[in-house]
């Protein structure tokens, strides 16, 4: 099992470096570029939400933990943070028969992250949001 973790500010231009870190360890796996832009677009989508929501005006950090079990060759990566409490996952998902124009703004991101990766899971534990999100690589 492979394990690496950091922690930055939970800001917007920190999504870059957390991007980085991951696909670093991608890349050393050998990870299909098809997989690693799903998971470069859901960084984008996930820590962009915590950047942007989890601690209202003020700042705060937030860790990004990457495991890899190299027998069934499943990436997970990990979003925590001691922002306010929020589950993206019991958002309605957005209908996407409806035009741009007449759907409501929001939970498109989410959306997508549920679609493209294999598994996506949320826990609140001792004050802090754990949200993580599960990849064959």
Request: charged share 30%.
């Amino acid at each position: 099992m492979i394990e690496k973790e950091m922690t930055v500010d939970a800001s917007v231009e920190n999504i870059t470096r957390v991007t980085e870190f991951i696909d670093e360890q991608l890349e050393l796996l050998e990870c299909s570029m098809k997989a690693q832009m799903q998971i470069d677009v859901a960084i984008d989508e996930l820590f962009g939400n915590i950047a942007y929501y989890a601690y209202g005006q003020g700042t705060g950090k937030a860790t990004v933990r990457f495991c890899f079990d190299e027998s069934s060759r499943r990436a997970s990566i990990t979003f925590i943070d001691s922002g306010v409490a929020y589950n993206p996952l019991e958002k309605e998902d957005p209908d996407v028969t409806l035009s741009a124009e007449e759907r409501e703004i929001g939970g498109l991101g989410i959306f997508l992250v549920k679609k493209t990766m294999d598994d996506v899971e949320y826990k609140r534990e001792n004050e802090y949001n754990i949200l993580t999100i599960y990849k064959q690589i």
